[in-house]
């Protein structure tokens, strides 16, 4: 399967995004563009490739589904103290590829401190939160009491291990019906996360999941052949993060 209703209304996709389908909109989180070039003043040389990867992701993702409006969780820009040279670059040219589709809401993130800065240009003004069809929408390092919520931050994903201990590693959704908040996996290539199914709710960034059961929360990866569907976090193995 590559989609599934989460709640009334919304839908989570095998795209790393989630679908508000009565207002026609998509919803990404945590793209940490530059985050290359912040490797690379560590030391750490890699291709720059991640920017071009999520335009083009993106692009099929609004080909399929014609959104009218793109909503972006936050942590657009990777670098927390200023605008670097290919987050200038590459955040601009992202956002244009948007803007010229479809309405964009920008979310301001926790790595976001200077986004405003590059995203005025294009007449764009960050958010702290969002609401439409009666959902809210929020980065998730901050808390919120509003809800339905759904948020980022968190990067969530699971690993699964076989009889031999192999390991397979992979981004996902992770719902928590009762207190009805949905977290959406990184959009980054770049940003495999932290294992779900291994951590306790004080290990959690956001304090949103702080107090959560996280037992009771479902799991949905994102996979090669499509979402899957892995019942609730008590359910999985634990390992490594």
Known sequence: MNSLEIMPGLSISNDLCAILGRQKAVVISDL???YESVMEDSGLHLPRIQTASMREALLRIMERHA????????????EFSRNLAQEWNEVREFLSVITERAETIVIR????????????????????EYES??????????????????????????????SVGACLKMPCFVHLPEQQVLVVPAFSPLASGTSFNSIEADDCLSPILKRADLGE??????????LMSLGKLSSLGKGSR
């Not at 959104?67 to 820009?77: A, F, M, N, S, W």
């Not at 993130?109 to 702290?128: C, E, P, Q, R």
């Not at 929020?138 to 076989?162: M, Q, W």
């Open 32 to 34: 940490h563009i530059g």
């Open 67 to 78: 959104p009218e409006q793109v909503i972006i969780l936050g942590d657009l820009k990777h």
């Open 109 to 128: 993130g926790n790595h976001d401190n200077y986004l405003a800065a590059i995203s005025s240009k294009l007449g764009l003004t960050l958010v702290d």
């Open 133 to 162: 069809d009666g959902i809210h929408f929020a980065h998730g390092h901050e808390y919120t009491a509003k809800r339905p919520l759904v948020i980022g931050h968190e990067h969530p994903s699971v690993r699964l291990f076989d």
């Open 217 to 226: 929360a479902r799991a949905y990866a994102c996979s090669e052949i499509g």
